[in-house]
Every structure is written in structure tokens, then in C-alpha cells.
């Protein structure tokens, strides 16, 4: 039996994994333990699923076969991290990996240290139109891509890292569908909207945040048509995550490098650069 902690819960992934867990989906996964800066979270947890509320986020180190994070801050990320990594376990972490691109480098630099595989960040790389667009586009069913537009909802809440709180999502779908290589941002913001360009080498693509209407959006512009699709949340984004930390803990590799990990780090890092300069921001990433 593989036993795993989740460490910060108060968003709806501990819900949804330990749910995923009591309904039968890898039986040989169990969570023994589940903790938060914010009791309630845990409470609600324990009181649904009988899960043991942890005193400290240190409590199961070399107890455990792996760790889950989920808090809502990016903040705690490494920090709940920090005491496991020695032990070499794979970690899920939650988007956003971390909001500080010099703090991702040095979690990285350790995990890396320890042979500690990773997999998590934002659960909308795994919706399913986002994953058939990018695919479409390398077949090469567009043609050339010349621009794209990409939409995704944002919640800016300052008790949680504000812009980083939620913006995650849309640069995943944006990086899953068109690469990594963005190599600079140009970001406004208007009350609780947030609208940008990402320049690529050969073509640039737009990105909308949007506070209501939660929309999910994509488009692509190529030499030989283009798509424009509005992607369904489902739960599958959330199994696709369960599924990825339970082939870790089964000796699977990584899906990503540790740079490629917490390139979205470095282009939010831009993103909210570029709203406070004015100015367009480069994406800089310092490698692992």
C-alpha cells in the first residue's frame, strides 16, 4: 500500500483525490494524513473521510511514500516541500508551483539533489480540448500557426498570492497548446481583468483573463484554417493528476524536466513585471 500525505487542503483537490481514493480508483494508494494552516479545511476533511489531521506539515516525514500540495497559497509550496525532499519521495505541487521564480530554481536545484520526481501545476493542461488542439496543431492541421488567443478565468485574492492565486491555469493552457518558448509579455490590467500578449519567435499570442463567466477558451490561427474552441471542465483534469502521482509512486519518470516544471513560474513572474512597469517584460529563467 503506497501512503501519502496531502499537505494544505483548502481547495477543492483534496476533495476530489481523496474522493477519486474512496471510490476506488487505485486501491493500493491511501492517504494517511492531511494538514493546513487553516484547521477548518482539515476538519471538514477528517469529517467526511475519517482522514487523521496532521499537527504539523513535518509530522510524516520517512512515513510517508509521497506527498501531495495542494495549499492555495504558492507560498507554502516548497516550504511544506522542504522536509521531505531528503527522503526522496515524489511530490505532487499544485499551480502555482511557487510565485517566485529565484524560490522554484532553489526547490528544483534540491529535488533534483534528492532524485525527488515531480508531476502537478495547473490541472487545465489536461482538458481535453486543450490537449486535441495541441495535438492538432503539431500534426500540422493548421498549417503555420501565425497567433492564437487563449482565455481563462482569474480570481486575484491578496490572502493567497493574489495575481498568482489562479493565473497559472491559463499559461499551462497556453504553454501546452503553443510551447514553452514565450520569451516576452506585454500585460495591462483593468480593475479585475487582465489581458496580454506573449510574444513567441514567430508569431505572438493574446491571453484574457477574465473575473466572471469562468470561461475556458482557445484559438488558433494557422496558414491552412483555424479553430476556436470553449473547453468543458470536467473531472478528468483532476484524475489525469491522481493518475500522474500514482505512476510516480509506481517508478515511473518524470513527464517534464525540473526546468520545463517551473517555466510557468517565470512567465507569470513576467506577466505581473509587466502590469506594474508598463512595459513589456523578457522571460527570463535562470536553468536548474
Not at 492517504?31 to 476538519?43: A, L, M, P, Q, R
Request: glycine share 10%; hydrophobic share 35%; net charge negative.
Amino acid at each position: 500500500m503506497f501512503k501519502v500525505a496531502i499537505l494544505g487542503c483548502e481547495n477543492s483537490h483534496a476533495n476530489s483525490f481523496l474522493n477519486q481514493l474512496k471510490n476506488g480508483r487505485h486501491p493500493d494508494m491511501t492517504v494517511i494524513g492531511v494538514y493546513s494552516d487553516e484547521e477548518e479545511s482539515c476538519k471538514k476533511l477528517n469529517a467526511e473521510f475519517g482522514v487523521h489531521i496532521m499537527e504539523s506539515y513535518d509530522e510524516l516525514v520517512g512515513k510517508v511514500d509521497g506527498i501531495m500540495i495542494t495549499a492555495r497559497h504558492g507560498d507554502n509550496h516548497y516550504k511544506y516541500a522542504k522536509p521531505y525532499l531528503a527522503s526522496g519521495i515524489p511530490m505532487f505541487i499544485d499551480k502555482p508551483i511557487t510565485c517566485d521564480g529565484a524560490e522554484a530554481v532553489e526547490f528544483m536545484r534540491e529535488a533534483k539533489k534528492y532524485g525527488v520526481r515531480l508531476c502537478g501545476g495547473s490541472s487545465c493542461k489536461y482538458l481535453p480540448g486543450v490537449t486535441q488542439m495541441a495535438k492538432e496543431i503539431a500534426e500540422g492541421m493548421y498549417g503555420t500557426v501565425r497567433g492564437g488567443n487563449v482565455a481563462a478565468p482569474l480570481s486575484i485574492d491578496p490572502a493567497y498570492g493574489g495575481f498568482y492565486f489562479y493565473s497559472q491555469h491559463l499559461v499551462q493552457m497556453m504553454t501546452t497548446i503553443f510551447g514553452n518558448d514565450v520569451e516576452e509579455v506585454a500585460a495591462i490590467s483593468c480593475d479585475k481583468e487582465v489581458a496580454f500578449v506573449a510574444k513567441y519567435k514567430d508569431y505572438p499570442i493574446t491571453g484574457s483573463y477574465t473575473s466572471e463567466g469562468w470561461y475556458y477558451h482557445a484559438t488558433v490561427f494557422g496558414g491552412k484554417g483555424l479553430k476556436a474552441d470553449k473547453f468543458a471542465f470536467t473531472p478528468y483534469p483532476f484524475e489525469c493528476e491522481l493518475d500522474d502521482m500514482y505512476a510516480l509512486l509506481t517508478g515511473a519518470p518524470m513527464k517534464e524536466t525540473y526546468d520545463e516544471f517551473i517555466r510557468p513560474v517565470f512567465i507569470l513572474n513576467a506577466l505581473d513585471a509587466s502590469m506594474k512597469s508598463g512595459k513589456s517584460e523578457k522571460v527570463v529563467a535562470t536553468p536548474v
